[in-house]
DNA sequence: CTGAATACATCGAATATCGAGGTATCAGTA
DNA sequence: TACTGATACCTCGATATTCGATGTATTCAG
C-alpha cells in the first residue's frame, strides 16, 4: 500500500527545494542529500519526489537549469528564476500563517 | 478548478478536530466556527471539510458520536475515545517534528 | 570483476481537501 | 403570512502530489 497524503508533508517538497535553490544552484541527487541534512533529518525525500517537484517547477518557470558535465556524469544543476523567488516567498508566508495557526491551537488550554 | 492538495493542509483537519475534541464533546457546526477561533483566524475549514473528516474518524473508532436534540433540532455530538486520544499523541509528534525540520531549513542560514 | 555510490528518470496508487450544492428547522421581522 | 439569515446536517466530483519501487548507466574502491 503506497503512502500518499501523508500528514502534514503537502507542499513541503516544494518549499524546501525552493529554499535550498534559494542563492546557489544545486542538482537533483545533490538536494536529495541537502534536505535530509537542513532539516536536521527530520524529513527525507526520495528521489522519486525530488525529481517531479523539480520538473514541475521547472515547467513553471520558478526554476531553470543548465546541463553540467562533472567527472565523466553529467548533472542537471537548478536555480531560481524571478518566479521562483516570489513563489518562495509566498509558500513561506502560507506556512508561517499555518504554523503558527497550528502552534496556537496546539498550545493554548483551549477549554475553560 | 477544484484546489487540491492545498500548501501545507495535509493532515491539518484531523490533528485540529483531534485537539479541539480533546476533553469537551462538540458537534460539527460548532466544530466549524471554533477551529477559525483556535487558530486565531490563520485556518478555516469548511463544513465540505469537517463533516468527511468526523465522519471517518468515527468510522476508524478514533471518535464516538450521540444525537442530542437541542431546540428542536439535532446536533451530533462528538467525543474522543482511547484510540482517539493515542491518534492526537501520534499526530502531535509527526507535526512537531516535521515542523521543527522546516523551521531549521528556513531559519538557518544555508549557504555559507 | 564486483558492488556500492552517484545521477538521472518514470510509473501507478492512493487519498483527502476543497468549493459547491442540497435539505430542513428556527428566529426575527416586515 | 412570507421572507431572510442563521443553524445544522450531509454528499459529490475534481485533482494534484507524495511515495516506494523500479530502471538505466557511469564511476570508483577493493
Redesign the interface.
Known sequence: MAKT????????P???LL??LD??EMYGYELVRS?RE???E??SLGEGVIYPVLHSLERNGALRSRRKPVGGRTRVYYSLTAKGRKRLKD??A??T??????A???G?S??A
Not at 497524503?5 to 513541503?12: A, D, Q, R
Not at 500563517?97 to 497550528?102: D, K, V, W
Open positions: 497524503n501523508p500528514p502534514f508533508m503537502s507542499g513541503v516544494e518549499l524546501l529554499r535550498l542563492g546557489t534536505v537542513v532539516t536536521g527530520a524529513i509558500l513561506s502560507d506556512w500563517r499555518i504554523q503558527g495557526g497550528i496556537t491551537a496546539l493554548a483551549i477549554h
